[in-house]
């Protein structure tokens, strides 16, 4: 996500950055230079320009400070116009008083919008808010049979009827429904369709006075850059559309789509998917996005990320048993474990402040299936082994090899590793993170 982007910008910015003084040929330079970069990305030219306008207005006469460069002064000021430019602050939910909160999701067909639906009633189950699903695509085949398979998943319910085409039908009963359970919210997900398809637009009109949604949230695929702002536009003319969810954007390197929506249309990004998993649905934060592209890190997402990976009762077993017996190979596996919920290291690599895409490229050229190896590698072994790696000598090592379908090498810097995580974790007092057994100090074993 925005990687291309990111790339370029830092590679502008570090031209600038160690300036003791920037002249305002030196910005013009530079800002043509960032006009470029964003053209490229599909960021939208009107956008692009009046973005540079208000850059170039509050760069030009900044001097230096004693503890910060003219060029550091200019990477801040970009960041609150892209912060500003990605819709200043966090949106979320709007959430009725009087439940149901009744959410309608719209879009093109194939923007994942039925996905997406089961994604955020699964997010907001998470978060203590009970959501249904309404299936009203009654065109699409197999639309209702996606929608039920993905809420049996999920565990979360399904309202459908079968015998008729009538949405407003479906969606008043499915509502009535979720009153009776006491549903906290209703998540309504229709038909796809295109912006110009005057009938099927005439439905979603007659389905908006129906039900009165508190959100319409439009679904669009972040890949299609500018033709995802037009979309939205189309939308809006007809409906009352709230927010957007950008789909698909691990694979958009560029972000014209999220770098553009908001400024055209005023709808703010309220969640953005980034994987195919069903808890790849992120809340949208503009000035957390903005640093990530800036590569400033995103620290706060990284922290909320691990308190809802780990698990919280399984870490202090951990921490128990490292305090009284010190920790073994099985306990190695089992943080290991923890730390897989994080997502691939590339992802969380993004979130640290500094982390260059030269850096990302470098792990990007590893292995991704290095924690299954190692996984391999302990589980091949006895439980005298894992409890007492010592013993292992070079029968024992190849057998654990040959049964993991791993070199000897692999097994043999796996241990070595592993006895220097001991020393590190004995002179820490078997601790981590001011005194708390922490399972991402494993990080770097991966």
Known sequence: M??????????????????????EADIKEGLREVRRVLLEADVNFQLTREFLERVEKKAVGVSQLKTVSPGQQLVKIVYDELTAMLGEQREPLKMSSVPPTVVMMVGLQGSGKTTTAAKLARKLKAENRPARLVACDVYRPAAIDQLETLGTQLDVPVYAERDTNDVVRIAKNGIDQAKRARDRVVIVDTAGRLQID?????????????????EILLVADG??????VKIAQGFDQRLHVTGVVLTKMDGDARGGAALSIYGVTKKPIKFIGVGEKSDALEDFHPERMAGRILQQGDIVSLVEKAQTA????????????????????????AAMKQIERLGPLEGLLKMLPGVNTKMLKQVKSADPKRLKHLEAIVLSMTLAERKKP?????????????????????VNRLLEQFREMQKMMKKAGGMAGGGKFNPAMFRGMR
Request: glycine share 8%; aromatic share 4%.
């Open 310 to 333: 780990f698990d919280a009762d399984e870490t202090k077993r951990l921490e128990k048993k490292v305090r009284k017996e010190g920790m073994d190979l099985s306990d190695f596996l």
């Open 390 to 410: 010592e013993i292992m000598n070079g029968s024992r090592r190849a057998r654990v090899a040959k049964g993991a379908g791993r070199p000897i090498s692999e």
């Open 2 to 23: 925005f990687d291309e982007l990111s790339e370029k910008l830092e590679a502008t910015f570090a031209r600038l950055r160690g300036r003791g003084v920037l002249t």
């Open 223 to 228: 890949m299609t850059g500018q033709d995802a």
């Open 198 to 214: 005057d009938d099927m637009m005439q439905e979603l009109e007659r389905l908006e006075a129906a039900i009165h949604p508190d």
